[in-house]
């Protein structure tokens, strides 16, 4: 379980499709990040990142000319950093009971990495509208996750059409999101054990399968 891990900028980077950041960007990008989560997104704007930063308007202005291009560059990154996670956990051989137990863990550490992340995933369906660039990346992430859940469930050949596996993929997501975002917003987050025991109630009934130990 990752709370508080600090994001590694350069890392994501040098992901297949993903764009370099420099110094400054990074900084911005953390800066907004810490008043969105403290503050509210509300009250995101390129002065106060300015303020936070101790670079200067016009600096932060040059680098991002509006808020939006700093959400969508947020987003971006966010998005990034689940296509690591739910990548890496679809891609391993193994039985269909140990894919979705990988999958759910992925889910956890993204959505868990630190308090910025959480406040942003948690936000991403509110402003998606707000520029043409974060509705594409967000329906591009939607697309990948889902393409991911569908190659395991139909590399399990437990489904006899697309109709009931598509069915079974989106009541999957929406016992782990709803699981994610009662965890998110509770008071005592880091106790977290309850909600994924539900959790994994949840998705045995729901599939009629046994799901090994979800060890975070």
């Not at 890392?11 to 960007?25: C, D, F, V, Y």
């Not at 808020?67 to 739910?86: A, Q, S």
Request: proline content about 2%; charged content about 30%; glycine content about 4%.
């Amino acid at each position: 379980m990752r709370i508080n891990y600090k994001i590694d900028w350069q890392a994501l980077g040098t992901m297949s499709g993903s764009k370099k950041l420099s110094t400054k960007k990074q900084l911005i990008l953390e800066s907004a990040l810490k008043i969105i989560t403290q503050k509210g997104l509300q009250n995101l704007s390129v002065t106060e990142v300015g303020r936070n930063t101790e670079l200067s308007k016009p600096l932060v202005l040059y680098h991002y000319e509006t808020k939006e291009r700093i959400l969508e560059d947020i987003c971006f990154f966010t998005f990034k950093m689940g296509e690591y996670f739910v990548g890496s956990a679809s891609m391993e051989e193994d039985s269909f009971e140990v894919k979705l137990r990988n999958m759910v863990r992925a889910y956890f550490r993204w959505y868990l990495f630190n308090d910025e992340i959480s406040e942003i995933i948690t936000l991403m369906p509110h402003f998606r509208e707000k520029s043409l660039l974060l509705k594409k990346y967000y329906e591009e992430s939607e697309i990948f996750l889902n393409r991911e859940w569908e190659r395991i469930f139909l590399e399990s050949l437990r489904f006899r059409s697309l109709e009931e596996l598509k069915i079974s993929v989106f009541g999957v997501r929406s016992l782990l999101n709803g699981a994610l975002s009662a965890i998110i917003t509770s008071p005592e987050r880091a106790k977290y054990q309850e909600q994924a025991l539900r959790l994994k109630f949840n998705l045995e009934t729901n599939l009629k399968v046994e799901l090994p130990s979800f060890d975070f």
